[in-house]
């Protein structure tokens, strides 16, 4: 039979530092508690989502949010949160998202702008043990942070009630979808109080996203920041046309003519990852980490958290990493592939860029990846220029061609193939 825990008795909110708050912040509603971190922060004024968000969620309304990454979205639903959970108390709040790294940033987040309010914030995933995670929610916690398989185990054990949840946060829902984790996050939903506030943050809308936000939410206001696919006028992009066979070769011969601080290249596959962190590693010219998921947890935290200290100076990534990571300072982003999903080119560039801060990306692409290459320009409605690496010797290809010719070519072949 497991021991029953008593929740111990939240402790007293520390003293709230006297302001003067950021005026435009006090503006907004949010508690003295609240604005005291956030004057420690050193932010000055909120973002656009943060201004448009922050009024409604306050007001306890069900809020459907879309901007593009790095906008402060994560303040945006934690700040009000936490104005509104007031003192500490029990489990009110659930967070859930999809992956770990995500999940540990936004208990950062809540951590840090919740210092002086007593609320307790416990991070709920898989990949380690239960023990600790297990003791956290029965000594007692005001809000939870989790991904859906590790709170359903807890769930199941009778460990993780919902019954008491006030505001259930859904972040970065399309991503959800993509690692197939809507039902359980379905089931999740059922568990909690029907008269709860939902927040709901998703960059895209597929017909099974529309699904559940309209099963999870109940007349909720729409928040949009900006073009949802556009790429920030801070990047400057560029396509680098390329034989299959050499594209590995160009890699290496762009990181050699580029001067860069930091670098995040992306691949489609775990595969390709491995094999572009072999090759530079065996050069024994750069600083290099590798992250993808069937890389242990904690060598995730670590490539990560290097990365983000200098210690490496490129990370090689599937798109675990592309979507809402808080990695700041990265000047370049290279795409070894064209993304299969035009969105998926507007997150992975979104990495460089950030804060107003000046970055480039370059994407490689062979000449079958000529209507991946036109879909990404119909989405985010703008040609990106091509550009040849000065004294590469290329091999002919039709992506060096003219591409409206080329993609001519290509649909020829296609229509012959279909007969």
């Known amino acids: 039979m497991r021991e029953n825990h008593a929740p111990v008795p939240p402790p007293p909110p520390p003293p709230v530092p006297e302001g003067p708050y950021p005026a435009a912040f006090e503006v907004l509603g949010l508690s003295p508690a609240v604005l005291a971190a956030v004057r420690e922060t050193g932010y000055e004024k909120p973002t656009t989502i943060q201004e448009k968000s922050i009024p409604i969620i306050l007001t306890g309304k069900d809020v459907v949010g879309a901007s593009q990454t790095g906008t402060g979205k994560t303040a945006a639903f934690a700040l009000p949160t936490l104005t509104r959970m007031g003192a500490p108390g029990k489990f009110r709040v659930l967070v859930l998202e999809p992956v770990r790294e995500l999940a540990a940033q936004v208990v950062e987040q809540f951590e840090k702008y919740g210092k002086h309010t007593g609320l307790r914030v416990l991070l709920v995933h898989g990949g380690v043990g239960y023990e600790k995670q297990r003791k956290g929610l029965q000594q007692g916690v005001d809000i939870v942070v989790a991904t859906p398989g590790r709170l359903l185990d807890f769930m199941q054990e009778g460990v993780a009630d919902l019954r008491d ?17 809507l039902p359980d996050v379905r089931r999740i939903v059922e568990k909690t109080p029907p008269e709860r506030q939902t927040l709901f943050f998703s960059a895209t809308m597929p017909p099974q996203i529309k699904s559940l936000a309209d099963f999870a939410l109940k007349d909720p206001e729409s928040v949009e920041v900006g073009i949802r696919f556009s790429a920030a006028e801070t990047v400057s992009h560029y396509m680098y046309p390329v034989a299959s066979d050499q594209r590995m070769e160009l890699l290496l011969a762009i990181l050699k003519q580029t001067h860069f601080e930091s670098v995040m290249i992306f691949t489609r596959t775990k595969v390709q990852a491995d094999q572009i962190y072999s090759a530079l590693n065996q050069l024994n010219e750069y600083k290099v980490a590798v992250m993808h998921s069937d890389i242990g947890q904690r060598d995730r935290e ?118």
């Open 165 to 181: 949840v006030e505001v259930l946060i859904l972040d970065e829902v399309d991503r959800m979808l993509d690692m197939g984790f």
């Open 302 to 419: 670590r490539a990560l958290q290097g990365f983000r200290n200098g210690e490496y100076e490129i990370i090689v990534a599937t798109d675990l990493a592309a979507r809402g990571l808080d990695v700041s300072g990265v000047t370049h982003v290279i795409n070894y592939m064209v993304p299969e999903h035009s969105e998926d080119y507007v997150h992975r560039i979104g990495r460089t860029g950030r804060a107003q801060k000046e970055g480039d990306a370059f994407t490689l692409f062979a000449a079958d990846e000529l209507m991946n290459v036109a879909s990404i320009e119909r989405l985010i409605s703008q040609k990106i220029e091509r550009r040849k690496l000065e004294g590469f010797n290329y091999k002919y290809t039709t992506a060096l061609d003219d591409e409206d010719r080329a993609r001519a070519i290509l649909t020829g072949r296609k229509k012959k193939k279909r007969r």
